[in-house]
């Protein structure tokens, strides 16, 4: 299964691809679309969706895993994020991608197996499984694969049924 892991933003948007079979994971791709702070924040957005979209059609991902959107101190970065993470859903709607989200705590349970982990824990974890020599910057794209790893362990099993079903018995 290949699984497109998105940090959403509007300045900076990590995104990582992840190969998941037999409980392995293979790092495909990753990296970040980046928006530049004077650009009128529509056509940010128009780079957010164009960029997010261009991932899509070079990689096939089968499924968005995303990270649920919590109210922040600021509601003004929560609103522009809420906006870039609409182009970004919207992107994936039109490539046909199921979509899963999950809660910060949700990625850290997943990744580390505590729900508490700081966030340097859980990036280098996300290194080892990938098998990555330094956690990918910027952070968010460590977030990204965090994210893609985390589908992959919440839904590993209904994964492993599909997996057999298709190649029959064992």
Do not use: S
């Not at 892991?5 to 995104?15: F, L, R, S």
């Not at 992107?91 to 809660?103: F, K």
């Amino acid at each position: 299964m290949r699984v497109l892991g998105i940090d959403p933003g509007y300045a900076i948007v990590g995104w990582g691809v992840v190969d998941y079979g037999g409980n392995r994971f293979a790092p495909v791709d990753f990296g970040a679309v980046c928006t530049d702070a004077g650009v009128p924040f529509e056509q940010r957005l128009d780079e957010v969706y164009t960029g997010i979209k261009e991932v899509i059609d070079r990689t096939r991902p089968e499924v968005l895993a995303i990270e649920k959107l919590f109210y922040q101190h600021n509601q003004t970065t929560v609103i522009g994020v809420a906006e870039a993470r609409g182009v970004i859903l919207l992107a994936a709607a039109q490539a046909g991608l199921p979509i899963y989200e999950y809660t910060p705590m949700q990625v850290k349970q997943a990744v580390t197996g505590y729900g508490k982990a700081v966030k340097k824990q859980v990036q280098e974890m996300t290194r080892v499984l990938l098998h990555l020599p330094a956690v990918p910057k910027p952070d968010d794209t460590a977030d990204a694969l965090a994210m893609a790893i985390t589908f992959c362990h919440t839904n590993g099993n209904q994964l492993n049924r599909f997996v057999r079903r298709v190649a029959g018995p064992i």
